[in-house]
């Protein structure tokens, strides 16, 4: 077997499918896989349309697709991104478990062919677009449908939030990683091509000041924060507008082979790009600092990386706020995730009851007969739109006030308790997303890749909960054999 990382275009034509010795060989071995592996790898393998819908999306854009040299097939891509989530490792670590594992080798569908590198992976997953990772989870729980595993008579949901990868928010770190990170963008430039426009370097600057505010005690603070303040603006002002001089003059140039001239137009589109995002923040600043004004949440931008995230309040003592996007979760009676939704601010749980019911039955052309929430989901009109809809049971407790003796009698009956069980069952299902697929913080850059990252996840808790379904079937029919 090869070791050696190996850079493969994902984008060239299919490998040829001859069986190599060294493949004849681990099959003469009887290499097995683990039966979870084995049933989700035989799943995947009965549903086709996923590895299509995967491979549409690596030749999207492509003038000639099947020209080129042999690179990752899509079955190859699906089956290394799920066990990526599944195991919960970074790019670094699949590629080395893939490389050193004969069974992760049969999973993966590399067999003995060499292993790209991490990179190679990297940019096979960033092709896969948000909207096939959606499709492939409603076919992977309609299939489960098929296959009798679920009935869709239930469904339970909730909220969390997934945080994406950036710091702690402060104007003045916003400040001093907008000047620090142009600064380095256009020295980067610089090193390309010759530019007559001077560009001084202020990081040293920017970065004292922004200490300096950091350190400030109460006392301090009330004396000379404004004046810092001023400073670091008038910096970072400055910055800003000598960065888009000089990257105007690169665009201009005449003269560059064609591939420098790429490499160009793409470091002057990222400064102009950190360029938005630090006026954005300029302007944050002087609103809240100088003239002492609250800035809406909405206006607010909290990573000049990530300008995509949202602050969310969710009232929890240890984490009063969390930045990233509040993500909406529906789960069925057998354990699968029906529905999940990136949502845009922090909208209030109950808008969501509605668009549940009627994803539910948009995917099992039925309602479910139990729908459970926590009282975050309740209003009146929510609970008259799951009597609309038919369900039969809907347990959401009332949120605060007095409630009417019908409401209080209801709540009380068994039926509604054991419903409020069930949906307890989601906070288990949230924690393993958290704890064993790597769902708390997205280290993806881009709100596209963000929703990739969660739907993934979902998937691949997905695939391993049908497998356990499956495996407790067979478990069975087996005692009943004998």
């Given at each position: 077997?090869?070791?050696?990382?190996?850079?493969?275009?994902?984008m060239?034509?299919?490998?040829n499918?001859?069986?190599?010795?060294?493949?004849?060989?681990?099959?003469?071995?009887?290499?097995?896989?683990?039966?979870?592996?084995?049933?989700?790898?035989?799943?995947?393998?009965?549903?086709?349309?996923?590895?299509?819908?995967?491979?549409?999306?690596?030749?999207?854009?492509?003038?000639?697709?099947?020209?080129?040299?042999?690179?990752?097939?899509?079955?190859?891509?699906?089956?290394?991104?799920?066990?990526?989530?599944?195991?919960?490792?970074?790019?670094?670590?699949?590629?080395?478990?893939?490389?050193?594992?004969?069974?992760?080798?049969?999973?993966?569908?590399f067999?003995?062919?060499?292993i790209?590198?991490?990179?190679?992976?990297?940019?096979?997953?960033?092709?896969?677009?948000?909207?096939?990772?959606?499709?492939?989870?409603?076919?992977?729980?309609?299939?489960?449908?098929?296959?009798?595993?679920?009935?869709?008579?239930?469904?339970r949901?909730?909220?969390t939030?997934?945080?994406?990868?950036?710091?702690?928010?402060?104007?003045?770190?916003?400040?001093?990683?907008t000047?620090?990170?142009i600064?380095?963008?256009?020295?980067?430039?610089?090193?390309?091509?010759?530019?007559?426009?001077?560009?001084?370097?202020?990081?040293?600057?920017?970065?004292?000041r922004?200490?300096?505010?950091s350190?400030?005690?109460?006392?301090?603070?009330?004396?000379?924060?404004?004046?810092?303040?001023?400073?670091?603006?008038?910096?970072?002002?400055?910055?800003?507008?000598?960065?888009?001089?000089?990257?105007?003059?690169?665009q201009?140039?005449?003269?560059?082979?064609?591939?420098e001239?790429?490499?160009?137009?793409?470091?002057?589109?990222?400064i102009?790009?950190?360029c938005?995002?630090?006026?954005?923040?300029?302007?944050?600043?002087?609103?809240?600092?100088l003239?002492?004004?609250?800035?809406?949440?909405?206006?607010?931008?909290?990573?000049?990386?990530?300008?995509?995230?949202?602050?969310?309040?969710?009232?929890?003592?240890?984490?009063?706020?969390?930045f990233g996007?509040?993500?909406?979760?529906?789960?069925?009676?057998?354990?699968?995730?029906?529905?999940?939704?990136?949502?845009?601010?922090?909208?209030?749980?109950?808008?969501?009851?509605?668009p549940?019911?009627?994803?539910?039955?948009?995917l099992?052309?039925?309602s479910?007969?139990?729908?459970?929430?926590?009282?975050?989901?309740?209003?009146?009109?929510?609970?008259?739109?799951?009597?609309?809809?038919?369900?039969?049971?809907e347990?959401?407790p009332?949120?605060?006030?007095?409630?009417?003796?019908?409401?209080?009698e209801?709540q009380?009956?068994?039926?509604?308790?054991?419903?409020?069980?069930?949906?307890?069952?989601?906070?288990?299902?949230?924690?393993?997303?958290?704890?064993?697929?790597g769902?708390k913080?997205?280290?993806?850059?881009?709100?596209?890749?963000?929703?990739?990252?969660?739907?993934?996840a979902?998937?691949?808790?997905?695939?391993?909960?049908?497998?356990?379904?499956?495996?407790?079937r067979?478990?069975?029919?087996?005692?009943?054999?004998?």
């Open positions: 077997m090869a070791h050696g990382c190996v850079t493969v275009c994902f060239g034509r299919q490998p499918p001859q069986v190599t010795f060294a493949e004849a060989e681990l099959r003469a071995q009887g290499i097995v896989l683990d039966s979870t592996l084995k049933i989700i790898s035989d799943f995947i393998d009965a549903e086709r349309d996923l590895v299509d819908r995967v491979h549409q999306d690596l030749v999207r854009g492509l003038k000639r697709p099947t020209a080129g040299r042999n690179g990752m097939t899509a079955s190859r891509v699906l089956r290394s991104f799920i066990l990526r989530r599944i195991k919960n490792w970074d790019l670094r670590e699949l590629r080395e478990r893939i490389a050193d594992g004969c069974t992760l080798r049969i999973f993966t569908d067999g003995a062919s060499p790209p590198c991490h990179q190679t992976f990297n940019r096979s997953f960033n092709r896969v677009t948000p909207e096939t990772i959606r499709a492939i989870n409603d076919a992977v729980v309609q299939a489960a449908v098929k296959l009798r595993l679920e009935d869709a008579n239930k469904l949901v909730d909220t939030v997934v945080e994406t990868d950036i710091h702690f928010p402060t104007d003045s770190t916003l400040l001093w990683d000047v620090r990170v600064t380095r963008l256009v020295h980067r430039l610089q090193e390309r091509v010759s530019l007559r426009s001077p560009f001084p370097d202020r990081t040293r600057r920017a970065r004292r922004s200490h300096e505010i350190r400030m005690t109460r006392t301090e603070r009330s004396r000379q924060q404004k004046a810092k303040y001023k400073d670091l603006l008038r910096i970072t002002q400055d910055v800003i507008e000598k960065a888009r001089v000089v990257s105007a003059e690169a201009a140039m005449k003269g560059l082979d064609f591939l001239a790429i490499i160009v137009d793409t470091l002057c589109r990222e102009l790009n950190f938005g995002h630090g006026e954005g923040v300029l302007s944050q600043t002087r609103r809240r600092v003239h002492e004004e609250k800035v809406p949440v909405e206006d607010k931008i909290f990573s000049i990386f990530e300008p995509h995230t949202d602050l969310i309040v969710r009232g929890k003592t240890d984490k009063p706020v969390e996007h509040k993500v909406f979760l529906a789960e069925s009676g057998a354990g699968l995730l029906s529905e999940y939704r990136v949502l845009k601010g922090n909208p209030s749980d109950e808008h969501h009851v509605e549940s019911l009627g994803h539910h039955r948009e099992f052309d039925k479910p007969r139990l729908y459970a929430g926590d009282r975050g989901f309740y209003s009146p009109d929510n609970v008259a739109r799951c009597e609309a809809e038919g369900v039969k049971l347990c959401i009332v949120r605060g006030g007095a409630r009417t003796p019908e409401r209080e209801y009380k009956s068994p039926a509604f308790k054991k419903g409020q069980r069930f949906r307890a069952g989601i906070e288990g299902t949230i924690s393993v997303l958290f704890r064993g697929r769902m913080r997205c280290t993806s850059e881009g709100l596209a890749r963000f929703e990739v990252f969660v739907g993934v979902v998937l691949a808790n997905n695939l391993m909960r049908i497998a356990a379904l499956l495996n407790k067979s478990s069975r029919r087996k005692r009943k054999a004998a």
